[in-house]
């Protein structure tokens, strides 16, 4: 069932705040994947795509063009764009068509998502008490993890820093102004200890991919990536999750763990490979504990490789080059799927003022999200 | 000062109260609030009366008011309130509003005793001098 995947188009959006529709904002994507393949919409054998709140994929064939071809919707929270990427994968693999689009598009209302604790299975009194807010799971999350490793608020900060640094280097980036550290520890509380810069915000775009199998990527002009492994998993007992009343003792599993393994394990190279990296950073705290869940530090080194600039673009493993969620925002839909689009401009070479240096050959992508699910890729030239 | 406020009733579920969950014998897994199947092998829990005597495990503050609804201002505004996970002596770690004196007190570890009432759990400082530190 195996065979080479690769990814031989890569469009995306600016995103940010944007008059134009989520359904808008995904045909200019799916437009710029094609132009950038060298492909028509009438060779593409099969799609797959979803957003979380800017309407179904498979309506946009009323702008794409009415071929016929078979369009799925996938709608699963924060791996929308890696669950679309992976049937996309298993169409090529299973032989039902050789080139196939996987798209990811959102647009959400501006401040903090809105959940209803029935849609949650939980009582009411978790909403009218206060207790359905996600910033409050993410502070929650990772001040035991600096309770436990050591880490400082400075280095949350070192975070941001870099990423509205990176954003700067990033035509597409909502966030363009670099920040300094002391501003961002100074931005104002919102959970503690996550102060406001530290934290992306929900906002609008899209990304979209074009893969093909190997014998259609030999008759093409652009360099395709090898996809070499994508696995989405959910959540196992003894997680820590948004929205829990109550989360088991002892020490906590990870779907991110669990999910990164299984795509090191698929592409048969591990975490040390890495030229390049873009992990789920909905603020600066995850993006410290996703280092070490996807197996790139051990718990608490990133006090140290963060200050010695190792996750820097001229570092030892650049992380989230193009500055994350925190300098895109966070259009649910098209989050990981922006990250592959990033991946595969820094191993063509192509990524501009934020090229990693050195001609980068392997690149890894993570999302995670409610209620526990995660989505991994290992990318290769 | 203060002390555990430990109220007694004989009502078994809503009104202020001992924290009611269930326990799953197979698993040694404690949950709370109570359900009627363990949720890690599926199998039948039966209900258990959970003490409510923990430490803290982790803990925010929520420094602006939440969206409203679901949220329902408190009759004098919203003013900033803490919350956090209690790490029961049953092993459940339980979300539950910290009511402390003030946000500069809070410590993970710090003692705390959880009550169950109208809302979701609340939690209170348990005072014991040797565990003062």
Redesign the interface.
């Known amino acids: 069932m195996s065979g080479d995947v690769l990814i031989c188009g890569a469009g995306r959006t600016p995103f940010g705040r944007s008059e134009a529709s989520g359904r808008q904002l995904a045909v200019s994507a799916v437009g710029a994947a094609l132009a950038d393949a060298g492909i028509e919409w009438s060779r593409v054998g099969a799609a797959f795509g979803g957003s979380d709140s800017a309407g179904l994929a498979d309506t946009l064939v009323t702008q794409l063009g009415l071929t016929g071809l078979p369009f799925v919707n996938v709608k699963n929270g924060c791996a929308t764009g890696g669950s679309a990427l992976i049937s996309a994968v298993n169409a090529i693999r299973s032989g039902m068509a050789d080139v196939v689009l996987a798209v990811g598009f959102d647009k959400h209302p501006r401040g903090a998502f809105d959940p209803r604790p029935e849609d949650w299975g939980l009582g009411k009194e978790y909403g009218s008490d206060g207790l359905m807010v996600t910033t409050q799971f993410f502070g929650m999350k990772i001040q035991r993890y600096m309770y436990d490793h050591g880490i400082t608020p400075h280095t949350l900060a070192l975070i941001a820093e870099k990423a509205y640094r990176n954003g700067a280097r990033t035509p597409e980036a909502w966030r363009r102004k670099p920040v300094s550290a002391a501003e961002i520890l100074d931005s104002g509380m919102v959970s503690d200890p996550l102060t406001r810069y530290m934290f992306c915000s929900p906002g609008a775009g899209a990304a979209a991919l074009v893969l093909c199998s190997p014998e259609v990527a030999r008759t093409l002009d652009t360099p395709a990536v090898t996809l070499r492994s994508a696995a989405v998993r959910t959540r196992r007992f003894g997680s820590f999750e948004v929205f829990s009343p109550w989360i088991p003792g002892g020490e906590l599993t990870s779907v991110s763990r669990d999910a990164s393994a299984a795509a090191f394990e698929e592409a048969g190279i591990g975490p040390g490979d890495v030229d390049v990296c873009q992990l789920q950073d909905t603020e600066s705290g995850a993006e410290v504990m996703h280092l070490a869940e996807c197996g790139f530090c051990e718990d608490g080194e990133q006090e140290r490789l963060i200050a010695a600039g190792a996750t820097e673009i001229g570092g030892q493993l650049p992380v989230n080059t193009d500055g994350g969620c925190i300098a895109n925002g966070e259009p649910i839909g098209a989050s990981g799927l922006r990250q592959v689009y990033e991946i595969v401009q820094q191993l063509r070479g192509a990524a501009g003022e934020r090229q990693v240096p050195g001609a980068p050959r392997v690149g890894f992508t993570h999302v995670y999200g409610a209620p526990g699910v995660s989505a991994c890729t290992v990318l290769s030239r | 000062m203060g002390g555990a406020l430990i109220r007694m009733t004989t009502l078994p579920r809503r009104p202020a109260a001992g924290l009611q969950g269930s326990h799953c014998s197979g698993c040694s ?1 404690t ?3 109570a359900d009627e199947s363990c ?2 092998c599926g199998g039948p829990a039966t209900p258990a009366a959970l003490s409510g005597a923990g430490t803290l ?11 409203s ?4 201002e408190p009759p004098g505004g919203f003013t900033p ?1 803490a ?3 209690v ?1 029961l002596k049953e ?5 539950a ?1 910290l009511d402390v004196d003030g946000l500069d007190e809070i410590r ?1 570890g710090m003692p705390l005793t959880v009550t169950a009432g ?3 759990p609340r939690a209170r400082p348990t005072h014991t001098r040797e565990e003062d530190s």
Do not use: H, S
């Open positions: 897994v949950v709370y609030p949720p890690r495990w982790t803990w925010t503050v929520q420094r602006y008011a939440p969206k609804p679901p949220y329902k309130f919350l956090g996970y790490e092993g459940v770690r339980v979300a509003v993970i109208d809302g979701v």
